[in-house]
């Protein structure tokens, strides 16, 4: 039997290898890391299927019909071209999850959102309008749970909010998305990319497939080169000239549908905070609506919807001074919008694995609001390079550099965490650093 090589063992790549053994499919994974963890050598062991580690030898493509990557796995390593240059068809989880659930349920609806920032709020956003509007609805994909473990047991016509990220839409083939957003674009993942337009023409790849029944839900200013056939629903801060959504100057949520104007609420009734959740409030409504949500629910879901963890999150506070989580703040443009949200003064920590790009940006943003600026991990060359004239202290250490900024603040101050940076230099994740940082301020204010 041919066999199927699935290349990462993080948690898309597992959920692609479970997926297929028990479709019936001779797998094998193969890893760089020597020493794969006990509990993963069970895993695998249940599913009968053999582990490749430390590298990936090239008679792994003998008899091999298809090579499924991991996100984080780039398409250039020299296994993937080699495979290429065989005709090997290579791909990755989310396009062994479309196929999955195209044959399984026609029903289902695909509400795929992606972009620089927002993502992850949007997609949980969405989720919830429809589950509030009495729809069968999953949030997944680049969010946590990948799409191929979020078919197992789902019903029948569920809307599948998915968040995808560049690097999943740059292995796609096949996929469709019933409604599709792309939030905004900004510089990221150029390590892996190279330009700007490569990022852009990963990031459009996931309207590629749309026909003229689905809906491109796109910023009123955008002004890209979008391909697939899909109806174009715009949003924006102003009304558009078609279909969309919008807020006005007088703070209202509207709606315009063939000519129809419908006001659903205030900005001030969502209980997330700041400009950037007033857009990803509207990208969320016109997929929500588009899934077949009632219009009522759906302001009823904006009204209630909590927030994500790890996004400008309050954690804690004391004698004065709130603390406030935004692991998720892995680059520049996500930091200016936590910074952005905050009214200041700031104590704000940076730092973490390098992706890249310039700081200097966050100086115009912290003008006149900031009181200290705290540097720490690997970024701190960068950051002084960047930043290192502003008031700042450093300390590569995650702990030392949490306690240096509770030093720092004031009765009134913010101690805001949006790192952009990436977090493995000391952590397996941001979901790992946020929890340990809101473990650490919660500490802090009971002491």
Same mark, same amino acid.
């Given at each position: 039997m041919a066999r199927?090589?699935?290349?990462?063992a993080a948690r898309s790549?597992? @959920? &692609?290898?479970? #997926?297929?053994? +028990?479709?019936? +499919?001779?797998?094998?994974?193969? $890893? +760089?890391? @020597?020493?794969?963890? !006990? $509990?993963?050598?069970?895993?695998?062991? %249940?599913?009968?299927?053999?582990?490749?580690?430390?590298?990936h030898p090239l008679s792994l493509l003998e008899d091999c019909e298809e090579v499924v990557l991991s996100p984080g796995v780039p398409p250039s390593m020299p296994f993937v071209m080699e495979a290429l240059g065989r005709g090997i068809p290579v791909t990755g989880e989310l396009e062994v999850a479309h196929r999955a659930l195209r044959a399984q349920d026609p029903e289902a609806r695909i509400l795929a959102v992606t972009g620089t920032n927002g993502k992850s709020t949007t997609t949980d956003l969405l989720a919830h309008l429809l589950r509030t509007a009495g729809l069968p609805a999953a949030a997944c994909g680049n969010l946590g749970t990948p799409l191929t473990e979020a078919l197992e047991g789902a019903r029948s016509g569920t809307r599948y909010a998915l968040e995808c990220s560049s690097y999943q839409l740059e292995t796609v083939r096949g996929f469709? &998305?019933?409604?599709? @957003?792309? /939030?905004?674009?900004? !510089? $990221? #993942?150029? &390590? %892996? #990319?190279?330009? /700007?337009?490569?990022? /852009? @023409?990963?990031?459009?790849r996931i309207f590629e497939r749309q026909g003229p029944e689905d809906v491109r839900v796109l910023p009123l200013e955008a002004r890209w080169d979008v391909p697939g056939q899909g109806r174009t629903l715009h949003f924006g801060w102003r009304e558009p000239d078609g279909d969309g959504a919008w807020c006005g100057g007088d703070g209202r949520i509207r709606l315009n549908e063939s000519g129809a104007v419908l006001d659903l609420l205030h900005r001030s009734d969502l209980r997330i905070p700041g400009d950037h959740n007033v857009e990803n409030a509207l990208a969320a409504l016109l997929l929500a609506r588009h899934g077949g949500g009632a219009l009522e629910a759906l302001a009823e879901g904006l009204r209630t919807y909590p927030g994500l963890a790890h996004r400008i999150a309050f954690c804690a506070e004391r004698h004065g001074v709130r603390v406030y989580n935004d692991s998720k703040g892995t680059n520049v443009d996500a930091t200016l919008t936590a910074i952005r949200a905050l009214p200041g003064p700031l104590v704000l920590l940076l730092g973490g694995e390098d992706k890249g790009a310039s700081y200097a940006p966050l100086e115009a943003a912290l003008d006149g609001r900031l009181r200290k600026l705290v540097f720490l991990g690997d970024a701190i060359p960068q950051l002084q390079r960047d930043l290192g004239h502003l008031p700042h202290a450093t300390e590569w250490a995650f702990d030392a550099a949490v306690a240096l900024a509770f030093q720092a603040a004031q009765p009134g101050d913010q101690v805001l965490l949006s790192p952009a940076c990436a977090s493995f230099d000391q952590f397996r994740n941001f979901e790992h650093r946020g929890e340990h940082f809101e473990a650490l301020a919660r500490a802090w204010a009971e002491s």
């Open positions: 199927t090589v699935v290349i990462g790549g597992l @959920a &692609a290898v479970g #997926h297929l053994s +028990r479709s019936g +499919r001779d797998v094998v994974l193969t $890893d +760089r890391k @020597a020493e794969p963890e !006990p $509990d993963l050598v069970a895993q695998l062991g %249940r599913l009968g299927v053999p582990g490749v580690w430390g590298s469709r &998305a019933e409604g599709a @957003a792309l /939030l905004n674009l900004t !510089p $990221d #993942h150029l &390590a %892996r #990319h190279g330009t /700007l337009e490569a990022y /852009l @023409a990963a990031k459009l």
